[in-house]
């Protein structure tokens, strides 16, 4: 499969709510990290449990219809970059929240080896604060 079509699939899944399907995806030999000041940041992540339960589990206790939806590709063989907006609404504020981001995808062996995500943290930890 091509490395675009994996990473389409990724949002796709997540989308669909599909913590298994997500797993699937994932490269043993991962190497996973968020934006540093991202509320779910804490290094990098190697194993793809630690995707689910450091970062999807928390999205879905702390946000309504929390969304990453890509909406530009480019490819450069197994690399991807996708570009698009985070956006939900923060359950503890009531807050809605809506901020672009920028995904660098690495695909090995058919499957998704290493991320990195960039965004405007402040953004997201703004809707989550109930100061301001």
Request: overall charge negative.
């Amino acid at each position: 499969m091509p490395p675009v079509l994996i990473v389409r699939s990724f949002y796709d899944t997540i989308a669909a709510g599909d913590p298994g399907k997500v797993l699937s995806l994932l490269h043993a030999d991962l190497s996973w990290t968020e934006a540093e000041g991202f509320p779910y940041f804490d290094g990098t992540w190697t194993q793809p449990g630690d995707v689910i339960e450091k970062l999807l589990v928390p999205l879905s206790r702390d946000w309504d219809g929390f969304a990453a939806t890509p909406d530009e590709f480019i490819t450069d063989g197994q690399v991807v970059v996708a570009f698009g907006v985070y956006s939900g609404t923060a359950r503890a504020t009531g807050k809605i929240m809506s901020a672009p981001f920028a995904h660098r995808w690495e695909c090995r062996d058919s499957k998704l080896q290493r991320f990195n995500m960039y965004t405007d943290t402040l953004l997201v930890s703004s809707a989550l604060s109930l100061q301001g």
